[in-house]
């Protein structure tokens, strides 16, 4: 696998070379096409270099669908090309479902062949045998009114179509993450291409490639900038944020109370659960943007310097989260569903704790000017408040 993985761009590179001299493929083609062809083989260079499996394979089943269009001899009447959209679409719904693995992967070959088969098995029947399949409709079914009423009009391609969008919304609930909400945007394009016929074709795949390279570049943005375990911003993109800041600002550091003996005492796990809750209350009450600055510390930055409104947000936060009663995760809680699992899970036996955090905060100023000397003088109101009895909120004088 590994080899195959490093020599996968000079074996595409040379098969190009060789196309182009045999003249397999030609580039004589108009230049919304080459565009379409640009820019879905650029989403699927992305893909593979970022790792983004899923998003990877959306545009090798883009790109199979435009190569089809271009280079065969076929001509797809309407029936047809709705067909093979719909197919395309349902392969995204299907792709949608599946976790990120490695298209070098024993799965991602599976996958790969799967389309192969399908693209290939699909075309010699429609040629051959079974071409009326397309626009045969639901017979009625005796005794069944209601599945005649669901399926009445529909041929097979519309089956398809209405399928792969169920599974793709499946996927959205599922996975709850923002490439499998851009990979039903792709499917809602194809309907669109779907409805509009070939004369839609090339601007809904175009459309289709610059969407997935936007969701590359988004999942590269978090993997970058969002800390992993809490899911809001970094140190990283502190620093950046840092940068668009005017003159007058208020930096608060926010940092959880004896949290050495919490995890002492419950362990990592239920360390990281309470890292977790912290960071979602700061997020949402701080009142201006939060950053996990590294361990159990976190950074809020508001822009102006007005220290009443500060002091006033970051007060209701501390206490949000000191009055929040986190049920804490049983360490020997049975990882299989059933009476006795649910009753333990997610409450450590029914029992529930209280986090506090103590918070200093500075704003800039004539002896504070720069946002690492904020920063100072906020570590120095926060020493402040934890010697003064944690759970509070201290400004700078
Ligand atoms: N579970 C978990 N623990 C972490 C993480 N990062 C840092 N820690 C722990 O955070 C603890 C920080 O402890 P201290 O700096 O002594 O502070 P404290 O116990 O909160 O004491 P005070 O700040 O004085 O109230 C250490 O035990 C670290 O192991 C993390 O990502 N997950």
Same mark, same amino acid.
């Given at each position: 696998?590994?080899?195959?993985?490093?020599?996968?761009?000079?074996?595409?590179?040379?098969?190009?070379?060789?196309?182009?001299?045999?003249?397999?493929?030609?580039?004589?083609?108009?230049?919304?096409?080459?565009?379409?062809?640009?820019?879905?083989?650029?989403?699927?260079?992305?893909?593979?270099?970022?790792?983004?499996?899923?998003?990877?394979?959306?545009?090798?089943?883009?790109?199979?669908?435009?190569?089809?269009?271009?280079?065969?001899?076929?001509?797809?009447?309407?029936?047809?090309?709705?067909?093979?959209?719909?197919?395309?679409?349902?392969?995204?719904?299907?792709?949608?479902?599946?976790?990120?693995?490695?298209?070098?992967?024993?799965?991602?070959?599976?996958?790969?062949?799967?389309?192969?088969?399908?693209?290939?098995?699909?075309?010699?029947?429609?040629?051959?045998?079974?071409?009326?399949?397309?626009?045969?409709?639901?017979?009625?079914?005796?005794?069944?009114?209601?599945?005649?009423?669901?399926?009445?009009?529909?041929?097979?391609?519309?089956?398809?179509?209405?399928?792969?969008?169920?599974?793709?919304?499946?996927?959205?609930?599922?996975?709850?993450?923002?490439?499998?909400?851009?990979?039903?945007?792709?499917?809602?394009?194809?309907?669109?291409?779907?409805?509009?016929?070939?004369?839609?074709? =090339?601007?809904?795949?175009?459309?289709?490639?610059?969407? =997935?390279?936007?969701?590359?570049?988004?999942?590269?943005?978090?993997?970058?900038?969002?800390?992993?375990?809490?899911?809001?911003?970094?140190?990283?993109?502190?620093?950046?944020?840092?940068?668009?800041?005017?003159?007058?600002?208020?930096?608060?550091?926010?940092?959880?109370?004896?949290?050495?003996?919490?995890?002492?005492?419950?362990?990592?796990?239920?360390?990281?659960?309470?890292?977790?809750?912290?960071?979602?209350?700061?997020?949402?009450?701080?009142?201006?943007?939060?950053?996990?600055?590294?361990?159990?510390?976190?950074?809020?930055?508001?822009?102006?310097?007005?220290?009443?409104?500060?002091?006033?947000?970051?007060?209701?936060?501390?206490?949000?989260?000191?009055?929040?009663?986190?049920?804490?995760?049983?360490?020997?809680?049975?990882?299989?569903?059933?009476?006795?699992?649910?009753?333990?899970?997610?409450?450590?036996?029914?029992?529930?704790?209280?986090?506090?955090?103590?918070?200093?905060?500075?704003?800039?100023?004539?002896?504070?000017?720069?946002?690492?000397?904020?920063?100072?003088?906020?570590?120095?109101?926060?020493?402040?408040?934890?010697?003064?009895?944690?759970?509070?909120?201290?400004?700078?004088?």
């Amino acid at each position: 696998m590994i080899l195959l993985r490093q020599l996968f761009l000079p074996v595409l590179l040379f098969f190009l070379v060789v196309a182009q001299w045999q003249q397999w493929l030609s580039l004589d083609l108009p230049l919304s096409t080459l565009i379409a062809l640009s820019i879905s083989a650029s989403a699927l260079a992305l893909g593979v270099f970022f790792k983004a499996s899923r998003i990877a394979t959306a545009a090798i089943l883009l790109l199979a669908l435009l190569v089809g269009m271009e280079y065969s001899q076929w001509s797809p009447s309407g029936d047809e090309l709705r067909f093979w959209l719909a197919l395309g679409a349902l392969n995204v719904a299907l792709v949608s479902l599946t976790r990120d693995r490695s298209l070098f992967s024993l799965f991602g070959l599976a996958l790969l062949l799967l389309f192969v088969a399908q693209a290939t098995g699909g075309h010699y029947l429609l040629q051959g045998c079974c071409g009326d399949v397309l626009s045969a409709q639901w017979s009625p079914a005796a005794g069944l009114p209601l599945v005649d009423a669901l399926l009445g009009d529909m041929r097979l391609s519309d089956l398809l179509l209405w399928s792969s969008l169920l599974a793709a919304v499946l996927a959205v609930f599922w996975h709850r993450d923002q490439v499998s909400i851009g990979l039903l945007g792709a499917i809602a394009l194809l309907v669109i291409a779907y409805i509009g016929g070939e004369g839609a074709l =090339l601007l809904v795949t175009t459309a289709i490639g610059l969407l =997935l390279i936007l969701l590359v570049l988004r999942t590269a943005y978090d993997l970058a900038f969002l800390d992993e375990l809490t899911g809001i911003p970094s140190r990283r993109a502190y620093s950046r944020y840092l940068l668009t800041l005017g003159s007058k600002y208020t930096i608060a550091v926010v940092d959880i109370d004896h949290f050495k003996k919490l995890n002492d005492t419950h362990g990592h796990q239920v360390g990281d659960q309470a890292l977790r809750m912290v960071a979602a209350k700061i997020a949402r009450y701080c009142g201006g943007r939060a950053f996990r600055y590294g361990g159990e510390e976190f950074v809020v930055v508001m822009r102006g310097a007005n220290r009443e409104r500060a002091e006033k947000a970051l007060e209701r936060m501390r206490k949000k989260i000191a009055d929040y009663p986190m049920g804490i995760r049983a360490a020997n809680r049975p990882k299989k569903a059933g009476a006795k699992g649910r009753k333990n899970r997610g409450q450590g036996g029914g029992r529930k704790i209280h986090t506090t955090v103590s918070v200093g905060l500075a704003m800039s100023g004539a002896k504070t000017r720069t946002p690492e000397e904020v920063l100072e003088a906020a570590d120095k109101a926060l020493y402040r408040a934890k010697r003064g009895g944690r759970n509070q909120v201290c400004a700078a004088s």
